[in-house]
């Protein structure tokens, strides 16, 4: 009994999860909560004013405080949640997905298709990647959707890289040479041999940039180029409170807070995945 006690205890500890992995999935899952039920869980209508509390500092009615049209500051936090997640989820997954299967066949292919990917990467990181979104959002027009747009136009070339450098290595190994002694096609070898083996890198970064879009969705949104008043968005709310530092740094502060600890979030869950299948692999 004791040697079978000590076996499980074994692969207990094979399979414990990092525990950066634990804490980051945490503040990920609350934030996925509020994300999904706010009405439920925030105490007032985000959007509705109360002139009777202009800029009232935090107290257990409003223990975020009001902003200058009254609304409650807890309130509008949770409910931004909802569009800030999907910023983060929205703004990377078309880049992901894209720029990973792109880059599995640029690594594989090599050749001319790489040397013409060379330059498309070139030409991208010449300019920083938030001065292209915010060029390409101001002929779009502001707005969610084409931010969308602006975000994978440019994002899927970091994603891409990635695998392609990723691939380029699988493909000199024997189980890739094997596979085409065996006859498999180019697609069986990249989607079922070489891209499983070469994805974590794309995997750890997607879960860094979800971090650094939320990043992106709320300095957008304090531009006025990303959601649009009087919508509940942690950018937005920083933007208007900006005027009332000195009087009411309550409604700033709590949105920029909350944007620190879901980056934080994504940041911890990402190092945790990438020491998850660094074990694995």
Known sequence: MS????????????????????SGGVILGLSLVLA????????????????SALLAPPSWAHPFGT?????????RVIHAYTIDMQIAIFATIGPFIFGT??????????????????????????????VLVIAIVSVLGPGLGNMYVAVGVVGWVFYARLVAAEIKVQKRLDYA???????????RIIFRHLLPNAITPAIVYWMTDMALAILLGSSLGYLGLGAQPPAAEWGVQIA?????????????????????????GFSLAGDGVAELLRVRR
Do not use: C, H, Q
Request: hydrophobic letters at 50%; proline letters at 6%; charged letters at 15%.
């Open 36 to 51: 999904l039920w706010p009405s439920l869980l925030a105490p007032y209508d985000p959007t509705a004013f109360d002139y």
């Open 177 to 187: 040479d094997a596979g085409r002694v065996m006859g498999y096609t180019p697609l």
């Open 101 to 130: 299967i792109v880059g599995a066949f640029v690594g594989y292919a090599g050749g001319l298709w790489e040397a013409i990917f060379g330059r498309i990467v070139d030409a991208t990181i010449t300019f920083p990647f938030l």
């Open 240 to 264: 208007d409170g900006k005027n009332f530092m000195n009087t009411a740094w309550w409604i700033s502060v709590f949105p920029g807070v909350a944007i620190v600890l879901t980056g934080l």
């Open 3 to 22: 040697a079978d006690w000590a076996a499980a205890r074994s692969a207990f500890r094979l399979k414990a999860l990092p525990r950066s992995l634990v």
């Open 67 to 75: 902003d200058n049209f009254g609304r409650d500051v807890l309130s």
